[in-house]
């Protein structure tokens, strides 16, 4: 069987493959992906979501091993709650102590969040290649209360061609004050066909 990889990631397409990929990357993520490739994006996204304004509750949608969590806990942005696919994933992700509940599942099977609703959602490395669309966005609309802050990253390329654009400006009943600056997901120690690679974090409110 090969390494998980980040082209392996981006090639998912089927929720069992998905679930292999991350139960056998789970423990070495951290320091084999985001250690290596300088992944700066999580960072990026709470620090675009604490300048907002944003405060708890959060939720962390496909929170992963916690790579956002922990940079809110540093910025003083709690409580936290996390949601992903992938239970070995969340296992990582409770042994840093930045998260109350943590729940697994599929996102369009609905999550029951014991935080709902939630005064900020974030999310990175989730809207992109392979992983979760836009279809995603209303759901997570509904676990949110009124005024509730979004600060989502979104692969580039995945967000043409999957209609991102379209899908928000169909939200303009739901969302306000939408955002979308372009970021870098890696630094400048990244390496490989994807040391470049850019998205959007998209920041609103909820109506």
């Known amino acids: 069987m090969s390494e998980p990889s980040l082209d392996g990631a981006y090639a998912l397409n089927s929720l069992d493959d998905t679930k292999r990929l991350y139960a056998d990357w789970a423990e070495s993520y951290d320091s084999d992906f985001a250690g290596q490739m300088d992944f700066t994006l999580p960072a990026s996204v709470a620090e675009a979501f604490a300048a907002a304004g944003g405060a708890g509750p959060v939720l962390d949608f496909g929170c992963g091993t916690g790579l956002i969590g922990e940079r809110l806990t540093q910025l003083g942005v709690g409580p936290l709650d996390g949601a992903d696919l992938s239970k070995e994933m969340l296992a990582v992700a409770a042994r840093k102590g930045c998260y ?49 802050l979004f600060a989502l990253s979104v692969n580039k390329q995945h967000f043409e061609a999957l209609g991102f654009q379209a899908a928000l400006d169909g939200l303009a009943d739901r969302i306000a004050a939408l955002e979308l600056p372009e970021v870098r997901f890696y630094g400048p120690n990244a390496t490989g066909a994807h040391k470049d690679d850019t998205g959007y974090i998209a920041t609103f409110r909820k109506r």
Request: aromatic share 6%; no cysteine; glycine share 18%.
């Open 100 to 148: 109350g509940h943590l729940v697994s599942g599929d996102v369009l099977d609905g999550y029951h969040m014991p935080g709902a609703p939630y005064a900020g959602v974030v999310s990175s490395g989730t809207f992109t290649n392979g992983h979760v669309g836009p279809e995603a966005i209303s759901i997570l609309l509904d676990l949110a209360a009124p005024g509730a």
